[in-house]
């Protein structure tokens, strides 16, 4: 994948692929992500995505819709995804909302989405 | 025709500190970034702010969605008994809903990639939420949310 | 023949305390000194602010009624004007003090304690509506955040009744939580709320349940135990075998 079609700039590590979003999300951006890690799983044989989103200040219903929908693709795909790194107003917001982020291990940190990757 | 609706389709734009048309993409995100600058301005907390910008953002994505072009209009408060406080309107002339109690059932969508979270999301964000909508002639939403005392 | 005026009002005021007789000689000068506007402002806001709070409206009130008795010339209105816009004063004053307490009454009502490493304790206290709930919530995870909590342990015991908004707080409170990647144990249910919250419906299986504040910080030690041993074993892992070079098995849960 070009360098010009990634919205989020992402790091692997042996076999996971990091992902840490330090842009605003917005629909486009987020259906544009959404394409990007599917075909880096793809290219790259990755088996566990981490999202790291402390920069993301408003994860709104279709965000959070269109991050859903790219774990349960990326499970489909023989890969789990992590998100960490939820800022306490986003998770509030969620909360309130009744929105779940399902099909997601949530961790603390990436230290921590590190160990939920790992874990035997 | 419903009075309630004609009179929020025609409120005066000078009343407001911003507005915003909504009939690009772009537009969804410009409309959150105000909203969470006038809610700053007003002294809510960050959980506050952010709720209040999540609220806007899914009403701005309904006119994008389903009515464009429309428009999100904000004002502050500062002087409401309950505390000061922030009102965004959201106005069109697109379809209209046709069940306004179906649109705030959780999980009630007719859009495909989407939860079905918007309406009823924002009135669980907002201290208070009124819609008026009529097939044919438009939507109008009021959406309030107060500062909190602690 | 002013300074006459103010002795003989004064007198007749029978001023109940020395401290109240000063604010009267303060006051009077400028009041019947026949000074209008700013000046008259100036001259008499302290010392009817200090007999408003002394006396309250009422004493003071009488005791004015009889000072424009005896004074012709005062300038009546704008003593009214003046006296309204202080009483505002010190109603928005006492709005404020209640505020602050209010504030003060909320946070010492949810105390958010450390009680061992990477563990936090929310003892809940009195009843729950919207606005305490909102802050409480705000507070907590504002602290799990910067502590790096693991778990949270919330105790109801204090808590009267949990009615379905109260319960929707909390289900609120712990999912944010929890978004947070950290883990929430609930303690101190009576079984009286238990059967309340079954009947409405509110349903805790997100969380944890313990019996009490013991088996809470038993299990929560557990929790974190646990998650240091998974830690170490891939610390240990990586050491031996690095997953690059690693072939399959390991990862095999998805």
């Excluded at chain 2, 909504?22 to 969804?28: L, N, P, Q």
Aim: with cysteine; charged share 25%; glycine share 8%.
């Amino acid at each position: 994948m070009g360098f010009k079609e990634k919205v989020v700039p992402t790091i692997r590590i042996s076999d996971s692929l990091l992902v840490p979003i330090q842009i605003d999300l917005d629909d486009k951006t987020v259906e544009q992500l959404q394409a990007q890690l599917l075909a880096e799983i793809q290219e790259h044989r990755v088996r566990a995505v981490i999202l790291d989103v402390r920069m993301v200040e408003v994860i709104d219903s279709y965000i959070s819709y269109t991050l859903t929908e790219t774990a349960a693709m990326a499970h489909l795909m023989g890969c789990r995804t992590v998100i960490c790194g939820i800022q306490p107003p986003v998770a509030l917001t969620l909360a309130q909302m009744g929105i779940e982020l399902q099909g997601f291990l949530v961790a603390r940190d990436l230290e921590h989405a590190i160990g939920m990757v790992y874990s035997p | 025709m419903d009075g309630k609706l004609r009179e929020l389709l025609d409120i005066s734009e000078n009343d407001f500190d911003v507005v915003v048309r909504i009939s690009r993409e772009e537009d969804i995100a410009i409309a959150r970034q105000m909203a969470k600058q006038l809610a700053q301005e007003l002294g809510f907390s960050l959980a506050d702010v952010t709720k209040v910008a999540t609220a806007v953002s899914e009403l701005a994505r309904n006119i994008y969605r389903y009515a464009k072009p429309g428009k999100i209009m904000i004002r502050k408060r500062p002087e409401e008994s309950g505390g000061p406080a922030i009102q965004v309107v959201a106005a069109d002339r697109g379809p209209g809903i046709e069940s306004v109690d179906r649109v705030l059932t959780k999980g009630y969508t007719t859009h495909e990639r989407s939860l079905g979270i918007g309406l009823s999301g924002i009135r669980r964000l907002m201290d208070f939420c009124e819609i008026a909508s009529e097939v044919g002639t438009g939507t109008a939403v009021v959406v309030e949310k107060r500062r909190r005392k602690f | 023949m002013d300074n006459n005026l103010v002795e003989m009002l004064v007198e007749e005021l029978e001023a109940g305390s020395k401290q109240e007789e000063k604010l009267w000689r303060n006051l009077l000068p400028g009041v019947v000194s026949g000074a209008t506007g700013n000046n008259l402002r100036e001259a008499i806001r302290e010392p009817l602010f200090g007999l408003l709070q002394e006396l309250g409206e009422t004493a003071l009130g009488a005791k004015l009624k009889l000072v424009i008795e005896r004074t012709p010339t005062i300038p009546a209105a704008e003593l009214l004007s003046l006296i309204l816009e202080l009483c505002g004063e010190l109603r928005h004053d006492s709005e404020q003090a209640v505020r602050e307490l209010e504030r003060m009454l909320s946070e010492l009502a949810t105390p958010i304690i450390r009680i061992w490493r990477e563990i936090l304790l929310v003892p809940l206290i009195g009843g729950l509506d919207s606005d305490r709930a909102q802050g409480m919530a705000e507070r907590l995870l504002d602290r799990v955040s910067a502590t790096r909590a693991k778990v949270v342990v919330v105790d109801v015991t204090g808590v009267p009744t949990i009615d379905t908004a109260a319960g929707g707080f909390l289900i609120e409170t712990f999912s944010a939580v929890k978004l947070l990647g950290t883990e929430v144990i609930l303690t101190g249910l009576k079984p009286e709320i238990a059967h309340t919250l079954v009947k409405l419906g509110v349903d805790f299986r997100m969380v944890a349940i313990a019996r009490d504040l013991e088996d809470a910080l038993r299990q929560a030690i557990a929790m974190i135990e646990e998650d240091r041993s998974r830690q170490r074993k891939i610390v240990w892992a990586r050491g031996s075998n690095f997953p690059d070079e690693a072939e399959g098995g390991e990862h095999n849960g998805i």
